[in-house]
Each structure stands twice: as structure tokens, then as C-alpha cells.
């Protein structure tokens, strides 16, 4: 699976667009774009995906190059509840569909 | 609807103590499973998937094993605990040979080895 860099840390303030980026350069053509976010101490929750075309969902948009080598996942109007580490994470579809997950980036929602 | 539980959801253990958590799914059939393990503070480390009963991969050479003795159930085992061995722990499944499909994660054990 391709390596993804996320920046750390991301400040956002409440009922503002948190837009956060995610690099993939390696990505290879039959790679699908995951995010995920987790809550302290809670499970990773599925975001949003996609393979080349951009997306939205009820939660978020995720937003692809075209020549997908980045990607940046909006959050709308963020809350003090999107608060969480996001992962951004690449992979290849097999049967196995073993994921890989970074350190993401720590997304702090500010009143 | 499908759902994901494991446990126990904390526990305390000693160095040399066997470790058995349990997973279980529910309203599917033939799912993926999943093993990870996070350190604080860090990113998932996947330990252990397995694509049916009795097919178990591991990624990472270690001090743990995993079992899969149902289609949805699967366990994650130690016979001697390490100090290192501690960190919260997730299972995870997703509806195997069909793409574009997403992993979905149970709330995690939390693992401390004194």
C-alpha cells in the first residue's frame, strides 16, 4: 500500500471549513483514498473514500487531484464533537483489503 | 444491520499472564478480520487478518497469536504477556472479495501489562 504524510496537528475554528491534506504520491491507479477519524479512546470511524472522482457524504467532502497524487478531506462547519486524530490512509482493494494507518493528523475544533 | 463487539473493553494483566480477547460479528457472513494494536499517541499497527475460518496472516513477528474457530469470530491470544505487549487493541471486519468496501472497527480493549 501507498505511504501517506499528513501534517500533525490542524487548529479549526468552530462553524468555519476544516480542510486537511493529505499527500500520496505513490499512489498506484487501482488504489482507492480512505479517511477515517478516531475519538479518543474510541474505534477509527469510517469518513468517506474514493478512487478518482471527488465525494460527499453526509459527514464530509473528499477532494482528489487529478493526478491523484493528494488529496484534502472538508469538514463543512466543523464542531466541537470533529475533534479527533484523521487518518488518510491508500489501498489496494484485494480480498485481503489490509489497511495501513499513519500517525494522521490531530484535528483540534476551537470554540 | 452488522455490528462488532469485543472484550474485554479494559484490562490489567501481568507480565507472564496468558491474554485472551475476543471478537465477534454480527449480521454478516464470511467476513475479513481484523487485529490491530495502537500505542498512545500513535497510529494502527496491523497485527493479524483473516480472509475465513482457520486463515490467519500475521504481519508482524510478536509475542501474540490469533485464532479464527467461527466465520465471526476471532480471538487474539498470548501465552506469556510482555511490558510491551500494552496498548489498546481494535477489531476490525469489512465484507471481503467486493471492492471499494470500508473497514469497520469495534470500540477497542485497552491492555496494560504491570
Known amino acids: 500500500d501507498a505511504k501517506t504524510t499528513q501534517p500533525p496537528s490542524m487548529d479549526c475554528a468552530e462553524g468555519r471549513a476544516a480542510n486537511l491534506p493529505c499527500n500520496h504520491s505513490t499512489i498506484s491507479g487501482n488504489e482507492y483514498v480512505y479517511w477515517y477519524r478516531q475519538i479518543h479512546s474510541q474505534g477509527p470511524q469510517y469518513i468517506i473514500h474514493g478512487l478518482k472522482n471527488n465525494e460527499t457524504n453526509e459527514m464530509a467532502s473528499l477532494i482528489i487531484t487529478e493526478d491523484r497524487k493528494s488529496s484534502t478531506l472538508i469538514l463543512p462547519h466543523a464542531t466541537l464533537r470533529d475533534t479527533a486524530v484523521y487518518y488518510c490512509i491508500v489501498r489496494v482493494d484485494t480480498n485481503a483489503g489490509k489497511s495501513t494507518f499513519g500517525d494522521g493528523t490531530t484535528l483540534t475544533v476551537k470554540p | 444491520s452488522q455490528t462488532i463487539h469485543q472484550w474485554p473493553a479494559t484490562l490489567v494483566q501481568p507480565v507472564g499472564s496468558p491474554l485472551s480477547l475476543e471478537c465477534t460479528v454480527e449480521?454478516?457472513?464470511?467476513?475479513?478480520l481484523y487485529w490491530y494494536r495502537q500505542a498512545a499517541g500513535r497510529g494502527l499497527q496491523l497485527l493479524f487478518y483473516?480472509?475465513?475460518?482457520?486463515?490467519i496472516s500475521s504481519e508482524v513477528p510478536q509475542n501474540l497469536s490469533a485464532s479464527r474457530p467461527q466465520d465471526r469470530q476471532f480471538i487474539l491470544s498470548s501465552k506469556k504477556l510482555l511490558l510491551s505487549d500494552s496498548g489498546f487493541y481494535l477489531c476490525?471486519?469489512?465484507?471481503?472479495?467486493?471492492?471499494?468496501?470500508?473497514?469497520?472497527f469495534g470500540e477497542g480493549s485497552w491492555l496494560t501489562v504491570v
Open positions: 483473516s480472509v475465513g475460518i482457520g486463515q
Open positions: 449480521g454478516t457472513s464470511n467476513p475479513n
Open positions: 476490525a471486519w469489512r465484507r471481503g472479495r467486493i471492492s471499494g468496501n470500508t473497514i469497520y
